[in-house]
């Protein structure tokens, strides 16, 4: 189960974002941007394809034995006093949590930014209790204040404006307009501060979790995730089975990889490596850090994912967002068009198998299969490859928006068996195309109502099709040597 889900509206929700300019305009600003940065930082590498091979063939290893491997993460986690809970969905994921902030007892919740948690929708889950999270990331906390979900991996308000951030602040926070970003951090920064002083809990994701030592990696550039897990008496980590890497030799990769991908950076500001809790048996009252470690292991549909080697490859993402910035279909109708937390090919592809396919079915269509994605992935899943497998499984059970074109690629493939059967097609093909791409009124009308031809005229010239096909042309010139003349 994915919190919010409507992953099945992703056309009627893209036509909606097609229609704002800035949101557009804000999105490729950014992408931009990060891309640009993304480029030198990877180019600065010479080694870079190697290491996307090694950081592939670790987590098809973690995958494949992925038992082992939280078995042997659970058992030094919990020596060192960390206390690990398992969860098999979302329900149970927000239950252990909520448990655990009323053991807390009173005081502000403070949640630096995690995709987990917004997959299982912790914050709802918490609010509906009675408690009030905070979200102490700033990109997270403008969107906490709009009522929004993230709408990107990395830059969760990539979306929004400069000026849409200040209407924001002005209306929830009641403050003086300012347009100025050092002004407007400063603001959020003060309002968090306070938070995080009287903080009994703090929630955090992990972007690693290495069964070697039972220790877990968090990245980030802002501090409050140092924050919100050293500074609350009880720190809850919230992460998906798949997180893991066998050593912390192995950080040596990823560490090289993700920063680099995700905003073009050759290392994140902060780098929080945590290895186990207080031993319960001390009561001394100067030792740093949480007097409780919890680990949330959460499934949520991913062992599913396992059985079948192409699918679980799925499971090998780090969650840098270079897909999403790369993506032409994302870079014009935003994360918020897909209808779930994941958005962008990474999205198209994890969403429809954590909550089956027939829940998300339109989301495997919401790409044009450039390849782009594959190219600067750092672990190189093929999600081309995947879209493609998700298609397929997509029309199964076909949607009655669907079943017209499953029926043309029938007749499509009836065609494709005979000779005879192609050119009789291709000749109606050819008379109709000319017909569609015509001047008057009949050309109009065709365009705008057959088929998905509306659609594609919407934005483009429809070309009539040549009066002579390439087969004749074939026969008659380029057969005779190919010089254009018969001989």
């Not at 990245?219 to 140092?226: A, D, F, S, T």
């Not at 009880?234 to 990889?257: C, N, Q, S, T, Y």
Request: aromatic share 4%; charged share 25%.
């Amino acid at each position: 189960m994915i919190h919010g889900l409507d992953a099945n509206g992703f056309r009627s929700h893209a036509r909606e974002h097609l229609d704002k300019p800035g949101q557009r305009a804000a999105l490729h600003a950014a992408t931009d941007l990060i891309g640009e940065r993304r480029g030198k930082a990877v180019a600065a590498v010479p080694e870079w394809e190697q290491l996307r091979e090694s950081a592939r063939a670790i987590k098809e290893d973690v995958l494949a034995n992925l038992d082992v491997y939280l078995e042997r993460f659970v058992e030094n986690a919990e020596a060192d006093n960390v206390k690990v809970h398992w969860a098999r969905d979302a329900d149970e994921a927000c239950a252990v949590i909520a448990k655990l902030a009323k053991s807390a007892g009173p005081g502000a919740i403070v949640k630096g930014k995690s995709m987990v948690t917004e997959e299982i929708g912790l914050n709802r889950a918490l609010e509906e209790l009675g408690y009030a999270p905070l979200e102490t990331d700033l990109g997270e906390r403008i969107l906490q204040l709009a009522g929004q979900p993230p709408a990107h991996i990395i830059v969760p308000a990539i979306h929004l404006t400069r000026a849409g951030i200040a209407d924001i602040f002005v209306n929830e926070l009641d403050i003086e307009r300012t347009e100025d970003p050092n002004r407007l951090t400063e603001i959020a920064r003060k309002l968090l501060r306070e938070q995080f002083a009287r903080s009994s809990l703090g929630i955090s994701g992990v972007n690693f979790a290495i069964a070697e030592t039972g220790s877990m990696l968090l990245l980030e550039n802002e501090g409050n995730i140092r924050l919100s897990t050293s500074l609350p008496a009880v720190h809850v980590a919230v992460m998906g089975i798949e997180k893991l890497l066998p050593r912390v030799a192995d950080l040596d990769v990823f560490l090289r990889l993700l920063p680099r991908s995700g905003t073009g950076q050759k290392m994140t500001s902060y780098q929080t490596l945590l290895t186990g809790a207080p031993d319960p048996a001390d009561s001394a009252d100067d030792s740093e850090g949480p007097r409780e470690v919890h680990v949330v292991l959460v499934d949520n549909g991913r062992t599913k994912m396992l059985g079948d080697r192409l699918e679980r490859q799925t499971l090998a993402c780090i969650r840098c967002g270079a897909c999403q910035n790369v993506c032409p279909v994302f870079r014009q109708v935003g994360g918020h068009a897909y209808g779930s937390v994941y958005a962008g090919p990474i999205g198209a592809i994890l969403t429809p198998q954590l909550v089956d396919v027939e829940h998300a079915h339109e989301l495997p269509f919401a790409s044009s299969l450039c390849g782009a994605c594959r190219d600067v992935c750092p672990v190189k899943i093929d999600i081309p490859r995947l879209l493609l497998h998700l298609r397929a499984r997509s029309v199964q059970n076909v949607p009655a928006g669907r079943r017209g074109e499953r029926g043309a690629f029938r007749a499509w493939a009836w065609a494709m068996q005979k000779p005879g059967r192609y050119r009789a097609l291709s000749r109606l093909a050819r008379f109709g195309g000319r017909m569609a791409a015509g001047k008057g009124g009949l050309g109009r009308l065709l365009r705008k109502r057959v088929g998905p031809l509306g659609n594609w005229t919407a934005a483009r010239e429809l070309a009539a099709p040549a009066r002579t096909p390439f087969r004749e042309l074939w026969d008659r010139e380029l057969k005779n040597g190919g010089s254009g003349h018969e001989k």
